[in-house]
C-alpha cells in the first residue's frame, strides 16, 4: 500500500468535514487532521499506532493528528460515520494529552453529533463555523473524560524519518533496495524490518513490489508503445519472469491480460480472514455535508 499524507479540503469558513462511507477501504496514509470513525453498520479493521483494531456495530476510533493509518471494511454494506477536524480545534485544552488507545471503549452519542455537525455545516448560517468547532470539541471533551489518557508524547523524530523514507521510496522506486532504506533510518537490518511491518502491515519487499506494479499499472493504461520487458525494466523488476510473477500476485491478472480500466491502487489489499474482496464491493461515499 502507497502510504501517502492526505491534505482535507473543508467547506468555507469550517475545519470541519462529516460524511458516511459505504464498504470503506483506504490505503496506507496520514494527515494532520483528527479523523473520528463510528461503525453504524457491519463491522471493519482500522491499522493504527502498529495495531489492528476489530470495530463492530456501535464501536468508533480515534485517529490523532499525523498518526499512519488505513482501514478495511470486513464484510459487505459496512456503514462508517466520519468525522475530520483540523487539530487546532482541540490543541487549547488537549495538547498535553492523548488516548491511550485509539479505539474507545465506552458509548457516545456519536451518531446525534454527526447529525447536528451535518445539519450545521449544510445550513451554513452565520457563525456555522464556530458552531461547528465548538460541537466537536464538545465531543472531544466528552471522549477524552471518558477514556483513559496518557501524556501526548513529542514529535517522535524516527516517525518523521520513516514518513520521509516512503516518500523518497515513492520517488525512487525503481532502483531502492533494502540496505538503502536501513541506512535512511539509521536502524540494524532486523530492527528496520521489525518497525517497518509493525507501522505499515506488510514487509519491505511487499511494500517495494506494490509502488513498482503500481507503477506497472499506470504504464500499461497509459496507451504507450512499450514491450513488457521494457515496462518491467522501466519499474525496477529485476527480470521479467519476476514482473509476470509479482504482478499477477498483486492484481490477479497477468501483465498482457489486464483489463483496460484496472485501477491497482483503489482494489488492493494484503489477504485477511476478516476483510472482504474489495472487487465485489466498492467503497462508496453516501453522505456528506456538502
Known sequence: ???????????????????????????????????FIYTEQGSIDVFCEKKTHHLV?????????????????????????????????????LENYQLATPKLYRSYPIPEYYARLRSVLRDCKPFYGEEARCAVSEMMIEVFRGEQLVHRIGNDRTEETFKNLLEDMQERFEEYTFEEA?????????????????????????????????????LLRSGKNLTMTEIADKCGFATIRNFNRIFRELTGNSPSRM???????????????????????????????D
Open 1 to 35: 500500500m502507497i502510504a501517502k499524507r492526505e491534505i482535507w479540503k473543508y467547506p468555507e469558513d469550517a475545519k470541519v468535514w462529516v460524511g458516511k462511507y459505504r464498504n470503506s477501504h483506504n490505503l496506507l496514509h496520514w494527515h494532520y487532521d483528527c479523523e
Open 57 to 93: 456495530k456501535g464501536e468508533a476510533l480515534f485517529t490523532d493528528s499525523g498518526q499512519i493509518h488505513y482501514q478495511r471494511a470486513c464484510e459487505p454494506d459496512t456503514v462508517l460515520i466520519v468525522i475530520v477536524f483540523d487539530y487546532s480545534i482541540i490543541r487549547p485544552f
Open 182 to 218: 536501513v541506512r535512511f533510518m539509521g536502524m540494524s537490518d532486523a530492527y528496520f524490518s521489525r518497525y517497518f511491518k509493525s507501522v505499515t502491515g506488510s514487509t519491505f519487499s511487499q511494500y517495494l513490489n506494490y509502488l513498482r506494479t503500481d507503477s506497472a499499472v499506470k
Open 259 to 289: 483489463p483496460a480500466d484496472y485501477e491497482l491502487s483503489e482494489k488492493y489489499t494484503y489477504p485477511s480472514e476478516k476483510a472482504f474482496n474489495p472487487t465485489l464491493y466498492d467503497c462508496e461515499l453516501i453522505e456528506s455535508c
